[in-house]
């Protein structure tokens, strides 16, 4: 029998982090050795937990820090924390495979809103207009989500040579009710309490209309992508980005 996966967490009081901590303490095969928080010695925490993966949902400014220290602890980084950027990725990718662990970065740990956007993308070369309407809890800083603004651009990449049409109102009696938008895809913000994280994908042709959603009903939705990821990290040093990436969803 192999022995339980020894994981920690960045950030185990926070929103995310707080029901991660509860889920893997109930996990079969995973043995949740603790977590750190803001101005706790992490050098320190790591030496003496010897995890194998280091899971982190912080902020953009710590998470780097973070995810670094663990590989050079020999932990695998497991980052949820946005607002990374591409050469931040590079630089953990490249100390991992150095050290030979795994790791990931992903936006978007919940599969379903993983599998939402690619399943968008199959759709959208056959619809020739498009719009997102995104719903988050009302403390939400920014509109619209990261999400959206990726799912839009995902999309209109798939239309290069015949871009999606966006119909605008010709009189507009009240200002942004035809929302915003990005790459001829119409996107919508709803702040709302009561919404988690919620995305409607709605395709139009004549006579049609499609739309492929995502409901979340609690942060749990992030427990199972993040289980899948420390076990794929932990078992082989490969490095990924993004869910949909260690999903098979995306080839490159
Ligand atoms: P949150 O409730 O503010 O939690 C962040 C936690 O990190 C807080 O407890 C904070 O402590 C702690 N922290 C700050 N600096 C730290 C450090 N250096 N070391 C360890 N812990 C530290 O935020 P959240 O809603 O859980 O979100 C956290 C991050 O995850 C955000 O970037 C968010 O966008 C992202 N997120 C990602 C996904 C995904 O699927 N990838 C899903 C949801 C959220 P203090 O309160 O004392 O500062």
């Known amino acids: 029998m192999t022995s339980p ?11 995310v982090g707080s029901v991660l901590a509860a889920a893997f303490q109930i996990e079969p095969g995973i043995d949740y050795v603790g977590g750190i928080g803001r101005g706790d010695d992490l050098a320190t925490f790591l030496h003496e937990k010897r995890p194998r ?5 912080t902020r953009p400014t710590e998470s780097m820090h973070n ?4 590989v050079a602890a020999g932990a ?7 607002g990374l950027s591409t050469a931040d990725i590079d630089k953990l990718e490249t100390a991992c495979h ?4 795994g ?3 992903a936006p978007n740990f919940a599969i379903g809103a993983v599998l939402m956007m690619h399943l968008a993308e199959t759709a959208a070369p056959l619809f020739d207009a498009v719009e997102i309407i ?8 920014d509109a619209p989500s990261g999400t959206a603004l ?3 651009r995902r999309l209109a990449a798939r239309r290069k040579d015949r871009p999606f049409t966006h119909s605008k109102a010709e009189k507009e009696t009240l200002a942004g009710t035809r929302g915003g938008e990005e790459g001829g895809v119409g996107v919508h913000s709803v702040r709302l309490p009561g919404f988690v994280a919620d995305q409607e994908v709605i395709f139009g042709l004549p006579g049609q209309t499609l739309t492929i959603a995502h409901r979340t009903t609690s942060r749990e939705a992030y427990v199972p992508g993040v289980l899948l990821a420390i076990r794929r990290v932990t078992a082989e040093p490969r490095f990924y980005r993004g869910l949909d990436q260690l999903l098979g969803l995306r080839n490159d």
Not at 135 to 140: D, E, W
């Open 67 to 70: 995810a670094l220290a663990a």
């Open 103 to 105: 790791g990931i970065v």
């Open 76 to 82: 695998a980084p497991v980052v949820g924390t946005t």
């Open 134 to 141: 995104e719903m988050h809890h009302a403390a939400k800083l």
């Open 53 to 57: 993966a280091l899971v982190d949902f």
């Open 98 to 101: 150095a050290k030979h662990v």
């Open 150 to 152: 990726s799912t839009a």
């Open 5 to 15: 996966v020894r994981v920690a967490i960045a950030g185990y009081k926070g929103k």
